[in-house]
C-alpha cells in the first residue's frame, strides 16, 4: 500500500537546524511533485517547500521558510528532505509531506494523491 513517512521531528533550541525527512513506499516519489506543510495548533496550515520532479525547473521555499529551508531529492532513496535553520518557536508546528503527480501548483490548490502523518517539531530553550 502506497505510503508517506516522515521523521525526523524533535526538539530543537532556537537557532539551531534540522532536517526532515520524507520517505515513500508502494510508490517512486521520482515521478511525483513533493510539498512540505506545517500547522500549528489552533494556526492555519502553511506551505513552507515544494519540489518539482525536474528540480531544476521548480523547487521553492515560501513565506515565513523562504531563505531558511531547502528542499532536495534523493531518488535513489525514494526520499525528499527538507533542510530548515535559523529556527525560531513559531516555527513549533506538525510538518507533513505530500505528493502529487501533477506538480507544485496543484500541491499549493491542496489537491495531493499521498500524505503522510507528519513529524512534529518543537523549537524551544
Known amino acids: 500500500q502506497p505510503r508517506l513517512v516522515e521523521s525526523g521531528g524533535g526538539l530543537v533550541q532556537p537557532g539551531e537546524s534540522v532536517r526532515l525527512s520524507c520517505a515513500a513506499s508502494g510508490f517512486s516519489l521520482e515521478n511525483y511533485a513533493i510539498g512540505w506543510f506545517r500547522q500549528a495548533p489552533g494556526k492555519e496550515r502553511e506551505e513552507v517547500a515544494c519540489i518539482g520532479v525536474r528540480p531544476e525547473y521548480y523547487t521553492k521555499s515560501y513565506k515565513s521558510m523562504k531563505g531558511r529551508s531547502t528542499i532536495s531529492r534523493d531518488n535513489a532513496n525514494n526520499a525528499v528532505y527538507l533542510n530548515m535553520n535559523t529556527l525560531k518557536p513559531e516555527d513549533t508546528a506538525n510538518y507533513y509531506c505530500?505528493?502529487?503527480?501533477?506538480?507544485?501548483?496543484?500541491?499549493?490548490?491542496?489537491?495531493?494523491?499521498?500524505w503522510g502523518p507528519g513529524t512534529q517539531v518543537t523549537v524551544s530553550s
Open positions: 505530500v505528493a502529487e503527480p501533477n506538480g507544485c501548483m496543484v500541491i499549493l490548490g491542496l489537491k495531493w494523491e499521498y
